[in-house]
């Protein structure tokens, strides 16, 4: 009934959230319209000889005008204003970026040879190649890369494809402030460093044409269908954002976690189902022509990565990086954390961890209620912090999510300016490029630092809407 109840209010609040920023931004204009008209009849009355010093004009219009802009950037209730101004400016920055900022070519031709094998009839996966080496993504990337390969005349006309990455940009955004709508805790000038502020996020998308913003925009699409209780739908498009890039897996034991928590272990059987019956849909053709060298080719978890694409790993000598005990290492750092927050920050109930084994009905203590968002977002964190490369899908991650995890778990470790120093030093050491000694090290004790947010902070349930009486703009002006 509980759940029943919070999924109940959770789409109420998502379906008010952008009419709410609509209502807004009424009000605050009509504010601004009557002080204007109240200006204009002064000066008709015969008052211009002075209008800065008038009370109108000079005193309530200015105070008025800083407390709304102060609440506007402030306020988490005003994260649908907010966001749609930022979408509205992106869309501008975006078409700027394509104009005056040359395109650079890194994987596009390789991912358009890459497919156009698969155009050609060939199903064995080893053959599938590019001037960039053998295909290494799953089924999924090819059938999506080749619609853009025919959509853009055989992988010819870059422009098009960067006004359709342009736009994939902003639908990821708008899928990402849902969810910020959803918390109600990040105060919303914070929105302006996760997108307006780096410029690599936009070389991601419409300079570099990478796969890795169309993974994380399925992700999000996912989390939004999860948010709102249909998990079905949910764990579809996971499976197919793990289907474009195997890296999606790093939200995976969160997930687990998540549908043990809402089915128990028989419910959450069918959810799984349908996660690996759409990878086994997708790499059909490959599997019956060569099952062996689609599976090493596309899911290969033991694929060494080079020392000079390393960010987070710049300071130890390249020996060190490629020794085979270094990854040994991390993978045990990655699972051991996984085991911690699982027993001491995702499990809250009073009983045991294997009570999630257990129907929901069954369970003598149910768990309060957890945010979805928390799990899955510190679930990848802890992958990105064992992470032996970081990739472009975890830039795309990082700079969209990174507000939730700093002030969507409050503590008092990390107070509100350090949280914003945070946010600037990491858009430092993920912009600066090539990555240095400084850069990486500086990147690492921002991980700690966020691990102690997220270790010592609590994940809350989203606050609730403030009333009317509660809201400055909704009395009238005095």
């Given at each position: 009934m509980?759940t029943a109840a919070n999924?109940?209010s959770?789409r109420c ?15 605050i204009?009509g504010?601004?319209a009557k002080?204007?008209r109240?200006y ?10 002075s ?5 109108v ?11 709304v802009?102060r609440?506007?950037l402030?306020?988490p209730?005003?994260t ?13 920055v975006?078409?700027?970026v ?5 395109y ?12 156009e094998?698969f155009?050609?009839?060939?199903r064995?996966?080893t053959q ?6 053998p295909?290494?993504?799953?089924a999924g990337?090819?059938y ?8 853009t005349?055989?992988?010819?006309d870059?422009r ?7 736009g ?11 969810i910020y709508c959803r918390?109600?805790k990040?105060?919303p000038y914070v929105?302006?460093f ?5 410029y690599r ?8 044409l990478?796969n ?6 399925i992700?999000f ?8 209780d249909r998990?079905s739908?949910?764990?579809l498009?996971?499976?197919?954002a793990?289907?474009?890039?195997m ?7 969160g997930?687990?976690f998540?549908?043990?928590q809402?089915?128990?272990l ?6 799984l189902?349908i996660c690996a019956?759409l990878?086994v ?11 062996v ?8 978890l033991?694929r ?9 790993w710049?300071f130890?000598?390249?020996e ?8 040994a290492?991390l993978?045990?750092a990655?699972l051991?954390?996984?085991v911690?927050f699982?027993?001491?920050r995702?499990?809250?109930s009073?009983?045991?961890?294997l ?9 003598k ?12 977002f510190?679930s990848?964190?802890?992958g ?6 970081l990739?472009?899908?975890f830039?795309?991650?990082?700079f ?5 995890l700093l ?7 990390l107070?509100?300016m350090?949280?914003v120093l ?7 050491c993920?912009n600066?490029?090539?990555s240095t ?5 500086s990147?690492?004790?921002c ?8 270790w010592?902070?609590?994940a809350?349930?989203?606050a ?15």
């Amino acid at each position: 009934m509980a759940t029943a109840a919070n999924t109940c209010s959770f789409r109420c609040a998502s379906a008010k959230g952008f009419r709410l920023g609509a209502l807004r931004c009424q009000q605050i204009s009509g504010l601004l319209a009557k002080d204007f008209r109240s200006y204009r009849s002064g000066l008709l009355a015969g008052n211009a000889s002075s209008p800065i010093k008038s009370s109108v004009w000079g005193g309530g219009m200015a105070v008025r005008l800083r407390r709304v802009c102060r609440e506007v950037l402030l306020e988490p209730r005003y994260t649908p204003l907010v966001a749609a101004c930022l979408c509205l400016a992106e869309g501008g920055v975006n078409l700027w970026v394509i104009r005056r900022v040359p395109y650079t070519e890194i994987d596009w031709q390789a991912y358009m040879q890459e497919v156009e094998g698969f155009a050609n009839g060939t199903r064995d996966y080893t053959q599938l190649r590019g001037d960039t080496g053998p295909l290494v993504y799953p089924a999924g990337f090819v059938y999506l890369f080749l619609g853009l390969y025919y959509a853009t005349g055989r992988g010819a006309d870059i422009r098009l494809a960067q006004h359709i990455f342009a736009g994939l940009y902003l639908l990821n955004l708008l899928l990402v402030f849902r969810i910020y709508c959803r918390t109600c805790k990040v105060p919303p000038y914070v929105f302006f460093f996760m997108c307006c502020a780096s410029y690599r996020i936009h070389s991601i998308f419409v300079l570099r044409l990478f796969n890795d913003p169309v993974a994380m925009a399925i992700l999000f699409l996912a989390i939004n269908f999860f948010l709102e209780d249909r998990w079905s739908w949910g764990c579809l498009l996971f499976s197919l954002a793990v289907s474009v890039k195997m890296n999606i897996l790093l939200f995976a034991p969160g997930l687990l976690f998540l549908l043990l928590q809402r089915f128990g272990l028989l419910g959450c059987i069918p959810k799984l189902c349908i996660c690996a019956v759409l990878q086994v849909a997708l790499g059909l053709p490959f599997l019956l022509e060569n099952p062996v060298g689609y599976l090493t080719r596309s899911f290969d978890l033991g694929r060494q990565f080079q020392f000079k694409w390393t960010v987070n790993w710049r300071f130890l000598p390249e020996e060190v990086f490629q020794h085979r005990a270094f990854h040994a290492g991390l993978l045990l750092a990655h699972l051991a954390g996984l085991v911690l927050f699982a027993l001491h920050r995702w499990h809250r109930s009073k009983e045991s961890i294997l009570s999630l084994l257990k129907d929901p009905a069954e369970r003598k203590h149910p768990s309060p209620p957890l945010s979805i968002i928390f799990i899955l977002f510190s679930s990848n964190f802890l992958g990105i912090c064992c992470s032996r490369s970081l990739h472009y899908q975890f830039y795309v991650w990082y700079f969209h999510t990174l507000p939730y995890l700093l002030w969507c778990t409050p503590t008092s470790k990390l107070t509100h300016m350090p949280k914003v120093l945070l946010l600037g030093v990491i858009e430092l050491c993920w912009n600066t490029y090539p990555s240095t000694v400084c850069s990486s090290l500086s990147l690492h004790i921002c991980h700690g630092l966020v691990l102690l947010q997220l270790w010592y902070g609590t994940a809350l349930p989203p606050a609730p809407q403030p009333s009317k009486k509660s809201d400055p703009l909704s009395r009238k002006a005095q």
